[in-house]
C-alpha cells in the first residue's frame, strides 16, 4: 500500500506555533530579581485604585492589615517609640496614611512617601479633613532624598522583601543617612518558616482577582517560581487583556532569617535591637509567617 508523507518538513527545520512560544515565555523562570515591575503593580491608573480599595477595606489584609490590627499596631508604635510632639517619623510604602494618620495622632510630626497617585490623593485629603499636619510625598522611595532626619522610620508590610538585594542596601543607606543618632526603624519580613511552606505553582484564571489587573477582559497566568538557594519567591503573572497589549508583572519576595537580615544590616552600618512576632510587638516566633524588627545603628 502506498503511504502519503506528512506535508511537514523534519524536526527542526519546522517554525513553532506562536501560541507555544507564548506559553514557553510564559513558563520560563527569570534570573532572581532580574526585573522590577512594582510601578506596573501599585502605581497604574486601575491597579492603585483597586489597591487603595483593598487598603480601605479594613476587614481584609490586603494591601493593608485589617483596621483592628492597624489600631493595635499603631498604639504599640506610639507606646514603645514614645512618639509625641517634638519627635519625627517617615513611613516608606505609606499607602493611603492609614500608619501615617494614626502616628500622627500623638503629635508626632510624621511624613509619608509612596508612588501611589491613588493613595496620595486619598492620605493628604484625609490629613486636610482631620487637621493632621503630614508631609506626604509621592514618588519612588528608593530615589527619595530625605530633607530632615527621623525619630523613627517604618516600611510596614513586608514592602521590604519586594525588593532586590542591590535595592535593599540602597534604602538602607538612604535611611541610615536620614536617621536620627538615637532613632529606629521598624520594618517586618517574610520567615523562613512561611519559605518552607510556599510551592512552585501555575494556574491560569481569566478575569483574576475579580478585574484587579484590566476593566477589560483578560486572561492571567500566574507562575510561582522557588529560588532554594537565595530564599526568594516570585510570583509572575503574564496577562493578556482582550484590547491592550499583553504584559508581565513580576512580585519578588525574599524570605529572612534573623541571622540573614542581621547580615545585610550590617553591610550598612546597622543592627538588629529587638524582634518581635508583628509590628504590634508580640513575642518573636520562629514559625510565624512573618517578624518585625527594630533596627539601630551600628554603635
Ligand atoms: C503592602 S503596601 C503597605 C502599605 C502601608 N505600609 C500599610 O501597611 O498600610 C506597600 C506600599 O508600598 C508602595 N510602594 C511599593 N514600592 C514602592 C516604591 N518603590 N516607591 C514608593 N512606594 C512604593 C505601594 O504603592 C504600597 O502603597
Known amino acids: 500500500m502506498k503511504t502519503t508523507k506528512p506535508a511537514l518538513g523534519p524536526p527542526r527545520a519546522r517554525k513553532k506555533w506562536a501560541m507555544f512560544e507564548d506559553l514557553e515565555k510564559i513558563h520560563t523562570k527569570p534570573g532572581v530579581f532580574e526585573v522590577y515591575t512594582a510601578q506596573s503593580l501599585w502605581a497604574e491608573a486601575h491597579r492603585a485604585q483597586q489597591m487603595l480599595q483593598f487598603h480601605l477595606d479594613g476587614q481584609i489584609d490586603v494591601s493593608s492589615r485589617n483596621h483592628v490590627f492597624l489600631d ?15 519627635k519625627t517619623v517617615c513611613d516608606f510604602g505609606c499607602g493611603p496614611g492609614l500608619y501615617t494618620a494614626r502616628l500622627a495622632a500623638s503629635g508626632a510630626r510624621v511624613s509619608g512617601i509612596d508612588f501611589s497617585h491613588s493613595s496620595i490623593t486619598y492620605a493628604r485629603a484625609q490629613a486636610a479633613k482631620a487637621g493632621l499636619p503630614i508631609s506626604y510625598h509621592e514618588g519612588n522611595y528608593l530615589e527619595f532624598i530625605p530633607q530632615q532626619r527621623f525619630d523613627l522610620i517604618t516600611m510596614i508590610m513586608c514592602d521590604y522583601c519586594a525588593l532586590s538585594p542591590e535595592q535593599r542596601q540602597k534604602l538602607l543607606g538612604i535611611w541610615r543617612d536620614c536617621l536620627g ?36 477582559d483578560y486572561y492571567a497566568f500566574v507562575n510561582s517560581f522557588k529560588y532554594e538557594s537565595e530564599a526568594v519567591m516570585l510570583d509572575k503573572y503574564s496577562l493578556f487583556p482582550a484590547r491592550g497589549k499583553p504584559e508581565t508583572v513580576y512580585n519578588w519576595l525574599q524570605y529572612f532569617s534573623l541571622e540573614s537580615l542581621s547580615a545585610e544590616l550590617a553591610q550598612a ?24 524588627v527594630i533596627i539601630k545603628k551600628l554603635a
Not at 529587638?274 to 518585625?292: K, L, T, Y
Open 269 to 292: 552600618g546597622l543592627q538588629i535591637d529587638q524582634s518581635f512576632r508583628d509590628v504590634a510587638g508580640q513575642p518573636f516566633s520562629p514559625e510565624h509567617d512573618e517578624f518585625a
Open 181 to 216: 543618632d538615637d532613632g529606629a526603624i521598624l520594618l517586618d519580613v517574610y520567615s523562613m518558616a512561611a519559605f518552607a511552606r510556599r510551592e512552585e505553582t501555575s494556574f491560569c484564571e481569566k478575569n483574576q482577582l475579580g478585574h484587579f489587573w484590566y476593566a477589560e
Open 72 to 86: 493595635r499596631s499603631s498604639a504599640w508604635i506610639t507606646k514603645q517609640f514614645d512618639l509625641g510632639p517634638g
